[in-house]
């Protein structure tokens, strides 16, 4: 079992719609969240970060977390093609180290 | 401020050479990562420095690969006699250290051995 799993996509939206990334982990004790934005040909950009059960909104964004099913989920909305990129989920694990999921494909189409 | 940086952005080497990265953290973090993305895969942890303590070094896939660090600061990874399977984009991030802080990365040196 991959310890961070997320569907690879391509998860293709309209403009201005709702994308939903998803992502669950395996490691129950998990304590740290995150969401980065990698462009091709680029390193990964920190979107978000959430530690608590629950929602957290920046701007667009919407993280959102629940540690008893072990999920965790990106809601952008207002959906615009310069969003399109590869979204990565990443867990804390153990030293600190992040432990990534392979990515999932955002096509925003105008 | 000024963000993570890493040299040379790029890297041809010939197989059997050996190679230095460098990774220059955000001013004040004092924790350095090194991680690695091969073509179409996720990325995979190599090393985490705490100052110049390497507390994690489970992820450097042989003893070929090496990392320092020195005056807490500036990060080297060394790959000894390069293999064709070390091409890929080392990726160095860095972050204040506390437990819930967020990771910033750098651009990425991409190697290629031929």
């Known amino acids: 079992q991959k310890e961070v799993e997320q569907n690879s996509g391509p998860l293709s939206v309209p403009e201005g719609a709702i994308a939903s990334l998803n992502c669950t982990y395996s490691?129950?004790?998990?304590?740290?969240f995150f969401w980065y934005r990698q462009y091709s040909g680029k390193s990964p950009e920190l979107i978000m970060s959430?530690?608590?059960?629950g929602d957290k909104e920046d701007g667009r964004f919407t993280a959102q977390l629940n540690k008893a099913s072990q999920y965790v989920s990106l809601l952008i909305r207002d959906s615009q093609p310069s969003d399109s990129a590869t979204y990565l989920c990443?867990?804390?694990?153990?030293?600190?180290?992040?432990?990534f999921g392979t990515g999932t494909r955002l096509q925003v189409f105008p | 401020g000024a963000g993570v940086s890493q040299s040379p952005s790029n890297k041809v080497t010939e197989k059997g050479k050996d190679v230095e990265l460098r990774c220059d953290p955000i001013?004040?973090?004092?924790?350095l990562y090194w991680y690695r993305q091969s073509l179409g895969q996720g990325l995979e942890f190599l090393i985490y420095?705490?100052?110049?303590?390497?507390?994690?070094k489970s992820g450097l896939p042989s003893d070929r690969f090496s990392a320092e660090r020195t005056g807490g600061s500036v990060s080297t990874l060394t790959i000894q006699r390069t293999q064709q399977e070390d091409s890929a984009v080392y990726l160095c991030?860095?972050?204040?250290?506390?437990?819930?802080?967020?990771?910033?990365f750098g651009p990425g040196t991409r190697l290629t051995v031929t």
């Open positions: 420095f705490q100052g110049n303590s390497a507390p994690d």
């Open positions: 959430i530690y608590s059960n």
């Open positions: 490691d129950r004790g998990s304590q740290s």
């Open positions: 990443a867990v804390k694990g153990g030293g600190d180290k992040l432990i």
């Open positions: 001013s004040g973090h004092t924790a």
């Open positions: 991030a860095s972050s204040r250290g506390a437990l819930f802080d967020e990771q910033y």
